[in-house]
């Protein structure tokens, strides 16, 4: 561009005409420059969310470079990975699957911007691909040039711009002090986004972990009250029984136990005052304890004819129950073991009304893992599925196999799990319902539930025997928009749902257990 100004010049013998001609490109550009920063910076504010700023920035950079991309890399020293937080490109998909990419450091061209803080300017498509291919491989996108700048806050680096395929023409140095411009003008407000999302995070954490603390204290509680009535019971059962025995003084022994016994009832009642909402009557945990136990009862009184023979049938059916066992390793084919398992859990749950579909691939490998354990870990799955499912519900079972091993997935199409409870679902002693839900309904009833210890003794023997164990869940919508309304347990009774496809699509959760295969 040129600036040109005429000027004529008289004397007596003539007139003379000159011009003079100046470039003014370059202050045209550093104008226009101004002009975008300051836009830029009176924008920015209006962007807290993290997300959002990138988002913006991202688009900005796009515009103003008239590129096909653009993206916004953070830098996580933590994971010493670079992620997507803003993307901006001409294909949506791409955009999409950049948002949800990391890679680690030293596989990214952006790898080397963050250890030596020099931008990067690369017109040489051939040079990318060799150099770099594993972030055109993981977005499914051609990069054909490519420009990345810095993004620096004091004296460290938290991040690099990036546009992608210039529309018209090559990346220049005047494309990059553009792009380091805005880097150093969005600089504070990314780590000031940062901070707040941190923050909002770590709240977030707080807060579920005080409502989890304070659900774990009350349901152990709970659970604490009835093995303390039932010890405060036989205790004076027992000292009954001994003083009709002639010459047995066991006073100073009784005594000491009911002390400690006492203390531990103190406890539990001054627990139950913290927690402001005082646990209902161990009689009522009683019955219900007696109710589960009747039919093992009657059977060995009915077996047992004498006292000695029914305290042998019952010590017998404790050490059977919950003595030492060892743990046997054996070679198992997978799907004549799960069709055995679920044939023999299926009577438990022949009153619920819920559609179970099962897929099981030909030919899966063998397994060698202890069968009790496989017992536990599947059954106690199975049982946690049709629990959380109303009738009229689904459920889909699936085992495949996956590389050398077996994955098995469950997923069901019940009421999901809330956010915070997903965080700390397998921390144990942790219940996703009042405490007063558990221990209180028949086995594989809809909302019955354990002790909270279930979920946390499958991630240890995943943890112990070299398999994984991983959940995803979705709170159902109707559950999540009415916080006082329960599920009645029947799609049908759901004023919600008026098909079966409302309540399939409202929330899910699903577990899935891979089982590395291992040579004998």
Known sequence: MLWAASHSRYNAASTDNFVILRDITEEKRFEAN?????RISAVLPEYPELEDLMNYISKEIKGLLNTEGAVVLLYDEITDELFFTGASYDDSDTEKRAKKSRFPTDSLLAGKIIKTGEYALVNDVEKLKIDHPERDELLGYQTKSLLEVPIRSEDRIIGVLCAINKKQNLFDYNDMELMTMIAGTCAISIENARFSEAVREAYKDVASMNRAKGKAINHLSHELKTPVAVLTGSLQILRKKLESIPGVNVDVTLNRIERNLNRVVDIQNEVADIMEDKTYSAQILLLKMFEACQDELETLIQQSLSTDQLEHSIQQLIDEKFGPRSIRYESTNFSEYFNELFTSLKPEFDFRHINIEIS?????????????ILDKMIGGLIKNAIENTPDKGKIHLSIETKGSGILLSIHDFGVGIE??????????????????????????????????????RMKIFSDRHGFTLEMESKRCRFLFENLDIECPGNIEACSFCHTEKDCLNSGHTIFTVFFASKKK
């Open 360 to 372: 099981i691939d030909d030919n899966l490998p063998m397994l060698r893992l202890p069968k009790e």
């Open 34 to 38: 101004n002009k975008t920063i300051m």
């Open 419 to 456: 956010a915070d409870a997903q965080k700390r679902i397998f921390e144990g002693f942790f219940t996703t319902q009042d405490t007063l839900l558990y221990s209180t309904k028949t086995p594989f009833a809809f909302n019955a539930g354990g002790k909270g210890a279930d979920l946390l």
